[in-house]
T-cell receptor, first 115, second 112 residues
Framework: NAGVTQTPKFQVLKTGQSMTLQCAQDMNHNSMYWYRQDPGMGLRLIYYSASEGTTDKGEVPNGYNVSRLNKREFSLRLESAAPSQTSVYFC??????????????FGPGTRLTVL | QKEVEQDPGPLSVPEGAIVSLNCTYSNSAFQYFMWYRQYSRKGPELLMYTYSSGNKEDGRFTAQVDKSSKYISLFIRDSQPSDSATYLCAMSESGGSYIPTFGRGTSLIVHP
């Protein structure tokens, strides 16, 4: 059981380049999330997918697009990278709630630098 | 003002100390309160979870929620160097699509 996996682990881009961050979970979770974490800013939600086939904007969606490819996979795309998108990106998933549990499971993160 | 406020620290304590980590919030509709622990260069992991008010204990960890004061706490007894990490509080309303609001995290350093 790998949990939530993210690729790549590290990436350096030049301004204007594009790239896709990949995320997959093997826990049969319904909901998936993309966050960015910057020093002193905590976790900020970029986009989320409440269930397969749906996506919604979070707090900081500008400059990003997402695709919920299937129930397991949720990708984040930067069409034209900017230095302000230098950050650590975390993908998370949430299991179908039973009882009162609302735990999110996080991946190990992708460290992105945009020069 | 952010919905959830958390002092970023760092908080430095000697091994064996009792640690108190806190968050305040402004949204009275929050019902679910969580503490995540994040080691350096890792993703956050759920440490404690509480629904509504009250206390919850798990080993050396105790989570408290005071909804009247909009204040939550995490206590760590007999702190260990392995507790050195960033602790993030998170909270959400019940139902809906469940989007938690995170605090900025408090960096804790437990020195031997």
């Amino acid at each position: 059981n790998a949990g939530v996996t993210q690729t790549p682990k590290f990436q350096v881009l030049k301004t204007g380049q594009s790239m896709t961050l990949q995320c997959a979970q093997d826990m049969n979770h319904n909901s998936m999330y993309w966050y960015r974490q910057d020093p002193g800013m905590g976790l900020r939600l970029i986009y989320y997918s409440a269930s397969e086939g749906t996506t919604d904007k979070g707090e900081v969606p500008n400059g990003y697009n997402v695709s919920r490819l299937n129930k397991r996979e949720f990708s984040l795309r930067l069409e034209s990278a900017a230095p302000s998108q230098t950050s650590v990106y975390f993908c998370a998933s949430r299991r179908t709630p039973t009882g009162e549990t609302y735990e999110q499971f996080f991946g190990p993160g992708t460290r992105l630098t945009v020069l | 003002q952010k919905e959830v406020e958390q002092d970023p620290g760092p908080l430095s304590v000697p091994e064996g100390a009792i640690v108190s980590l806190n968050c305040t919030y402004s949204n009275s509709a929050f019902q679910y309160f969580m503490w995540y622990r994040q080691y350096s260069r890792k993703g956050p992991e759920l440490l404690m979870y509480t629904y509504s008010s009250g206390n919850k204990e798990d080993g050396r960890f105790t989570a408290q929620v005071d909804k009247s004061s909009k204040y939550i706490s995490l206590f760590i007894r007999d702190s260990q160097p392995s507790d050195s990490a960033t602790y993030l509080c998170a909270m959400s309303e019940s139902g809906g699509s469940y989007i938690p609001t995170f605090g900025r995290g408090t960096s804790l350093i437990v020195h031997p």
